[in-house]
């Protein structure tokens, strides 16, 4: 699935001199040259490249590697505090050779990631089928049963593309949304390939009516939503921190009335993933407002619930995430109320 932001904001790119266009064009180029290499080689060769580089970015960026490694410290100190995940993560939390261990996978997920962007078109319902096992297949048989309005929430984790791609070999099309990228042509290229898996991406500055209106037409739609890229999410715990999620899948799921489920694909080695989906359940009695808050507060656990199971996948962890970790405090950052017009 595409990556989602606020539905309701775009931000148009600045306008660029010849010598920024031309440096652009060649970044682009080489962007796109690099992932139809990735498309092209044998899949157990793509694999063994990604882990070169993944091993190489960890040796060689070490502003990116202590960032990391503070998120995921946090990650792993909470899940031994609340006995989360498994006995193999948690140790990582008292010992710090364990935690290097995982801050090198983290950089080689990071790399895989791309290996599976790049072959996305290779990645057939029946490819999808063969490759991943679904550890919750009552939860799956409800909410993919038949084609209908859901949300369907995906992470930054594991294999970003697979919820997607799940969801189109049950439901067929699904629209998302996509923040607009500072290269174009990079931006098109991905608008391209994602829509070879039956994903239809749309840009943020008309996200928000053509979500409602694909919803009220009784289609599923899907967003992204563990990172807020525009400061206008929802505050919420999260591993014991206070940090801001994209108010977007909530605030469609009170708008339409469509149910919201969040799901996460983890690699369980080359080319083998595990899916989980949970549901969001939507409480009755309560204002607009605080069912919206009361949702993204059990998005969030479910959250820390998926990403517990193999923290080192969280491409999150690369990113700002909690405002104490930067030096500042989540009031510092910029806050609104998500809205999302009507269609």
């Known amino acids: 699935m595409a990556r989602s932001a606020s539905p309701a904001v775009a931000h148009k790119p600045a306008r660029r001199g010849p010598r920024r266009r031309l440096a652009d064009e060649f970044t682009a180029a080489a962007a796109i040259l690099g992932l139809k290499l990735l498309y ?22 070490r502003g990116r590697r202590d960032h990391a490694r503070r998120n995921l410290r946090r990650v792993v100190e909470w899940m031994a505090a609340n006995g989360a995940g498994d006995e193999y993560h948690r140790a990582a939390a008292t010992d710090p050779r364990r935690l290097e261990a995982l801050l090198r996978e983290a950089f080689r997920n990071h790399a895989q990631y791309y290996v599976e962007l ?20 009552a939860e799956v048989r409800e909410w993919f049963g038949k ?51 039956g994903v239809r991406i749309i840009g943020l500055d008309e996200a928000g009516p053509d979500l409602i209106a694909t919803l009220r037409r009784d289609e599923p739609v899907g967003l992204v939503a563990d990172r807020d890229l525009t400061g206008g999410g929802i505050e919420v715990d999260l591993f014991g921190a206070k ?22 694909v983890r690699r369980d080695g080359p080319g083998r993933y595990l899916g989980k989906l949970y549901g969001v359940s939507v409480p009755e009695a309560a204002s607009r407002r605080e069912r919206s808050r009361m949702m993204v507060r059990e998005e969030a656990r479910l959250f820390e619930r998926l990403i517990s199971d193999a923290p080192e996948q969280w491409l999150a ?5 909690w405002p104490d970790l930067e030096g500042t405090s989540p009031a510092d950052r910029p806050a609104g109320d998500f809205v999302v017009p009507h269609a």
Not at 122 to 129: E, I, L, S
Not at 243 to 264: F, H, N, Y
Not at 317 to 321: G, Q, R, S
Request: glycine share 6%.
């Open 40 to 61: 092209l080689l044998p899949e157990r060769a793509a694999w063994h490249l990604a882990n070169f580089a993944g091993n190489l970015s960890y040796r060689l960026s």
């Open 317 to 321: 962890l690369f990113h700002p995430v």
């Open 243 to 264: 940090t801001k999620i994209p108010a977007g899948p909530v605030v469609l799921a009170v708008e339409s009335g469509a149910p919201m489920c969040v799901a996460a």
């Open 118 to 137: 790049a072959r996305a078109p290779r990645f057939t319902p029946d490819f999808v089928q063969a490759r991943m096992l679904v550890e919750t297949p």
């Open 147 to 197: 084609r209908r309005a859901m949300i369907l929430v995906g992470l930054h984790f594991g294999a970003i593309e697979f919820p997607g791609l799940f969801a189109v070999s049950h439901l067929g099309r699904i629209v998302a949304p996509m923040e607009t990228m500072a290269n174009a042509r990079i931006q098109r290229y991905l608008f391209s390939v994602r829509a070879t898996i």
